[in-house]
């Protein structure tokens, strides 16, 4: 259906992000709006409902249509909807909530077909199955595959009931346009609604990597470095996952910005930063600390195994040819993480050894 939609409709639809981890950040992303807007519609629709049960329907509903109208409102519509309410606020239950909140417009419009086909005079009735439609798509904070889905159910219902309860087929007539035109009106509500959703979602990835990126070596910039080790100390007290900080800083980069100019010093920290990108592991996370020194947190690790780790990335650098430059070795500090520690504790520790690796000599790994 978005295949014949893309052919007709001016701009671009909305589709499932082609990278599955950016794809799973926009659904969690998108999750906390949605459970508010399922929670307060839900609990509103429930309510008016019920108000529906005040309203005297006593002109156009025999006796025995209006008990069942009461019933059906009453004890079958407005406690799923309630019920629906309560759920969307527990994040563990979203999934459950989502197929629960499709599949209750197909039972209320089972409902409305059963009642609508015990009435002479159903067009009083009928604006509840138009608005239903409109509601899946707009109002019920449904993802747009469920709503299409429930709608699709929905309509039909109302299609064939009304072909059976309806005597003149120009009413019937009438009747499916404007079941068309909630249709097709919700859908394109939907898919706009989608799609701008999704675009707000990318402006904020967009702004947020600008934020936390340093723009000259493309590499996470120091402000993102209180944000990872945050998460990796909070993970390293809850599951014991020990991990190791690196500081890493280009001998003498002074001299090569002296004797090759600053644009040549630029070149360099490009081409160390991507051979570090290239060298450290899928997990672990590469930041420019400020001038010429680069922070690696190094996930799952011990004092051999992290020691290891920094020799392969000191030769790394050593063994790359930097054209103009020549040959750049780098000093490295690393420490490990441990239960008393502080962020700020953890990253003078590490500073402190660099300076003693450049203390004896520059070009050595020095652990504490």
Request: hydrophobic residues 45%; charged residues 20%; neutral net charge.
């Amino acid at each position: 259906m978005q295949k014949i939609l893309q052919y007709i409709l001016p701009f671009e639809l909305p589709r499932t992000f082609s990278d599955n981890t950016f794809n799973e950040r926009y659904e969690e992303w998108d999750k906390p709006s949605r459970q508010v807007q399922i929670s307060v519609i839900s609990c509103l629709t429930a309510l008016l409902y019920i108000a529906f049960t005040f309203i005297d329907t006593s002109s156009w509903a025999p006796e025995h249509v209006q008990l069942l109208m009461l019933k059906s409102h009453l004890l079958i519509i407005a406690p799923m909807m309630l019920g629906i309410s309560f759920l969307a606020y527990k994040r563990r239950f979203y999934n459950i909530v989502m197929l629960l909140l499709a599949i209750s417009p197909v039972i209320a419009m089972l409902s409305h077909a059963y009642i609508a086909s015990m009435l002479n005079n159903s067009p009083p009735f009928l604006a509840e199955g138009y608005l239903c439609v409109f509601w899946i798509f707009i109002v019920s904070g449904m993802t747009f595959k469920f709503a299409l889905i429930s709608a699709t159910l929905s309509s039909i219902i109302l299609l064939i009931s009304g072909y059976y309860f309806m005597n003149l087929a120009g009413i019937y007539a009438i009747h499916a346009f404007w079941v068309f035109c909630s249709f097709s009106f919700g859908c394109l509500g939907a898919l706009i609604f989608d799609r701008s959703r999704k675009a707000v979602f990318v402006a904020q990835q967009k702004l947020h990597r600008l934020a936390i990126t340093d723009p000259l070596t493309g590499v996470f910039n120091r402000n993102h470095l209180d944000n990872v080790l945050s998460q990796e100390v909070g993970r390293c007290r809850r599951y014991n996952q020990i991990f190791g900080l690196l500081i890493i800083d280009i001998d003498k980069f002074k001299s090569v910005n002296d004797t090759f100019g600053h644009a040549a010093g630029d070149q360099v920290l490009q081409q160390t930063a991507q051979v570090l990108s290239q060298s450290i592991r899928e997990n672990d996370t590469l930041i420019r600390w400020g001038g010429e020194e680069f922070v690696v947190i190094a996930l799952e690790v011990d004092k051999s195994s992290l020691i290891c780790f920094c020799e392969k990335l000191r030769k790394k650098i050593e063994g790359e040819d930097y054209a103009t430059v020549g040959k750049i070795t780098v000093s490295i500090g690393a420490t490990l993480f441990r239960e008393s520690d502080s962020k700020e504790a953890l990253i003078s520790r590490a500073d402190k050894v660099l300076y003693e690796a450049k203390e004896k000599g520059r070009n050595i790994t020095v652990y504490t």
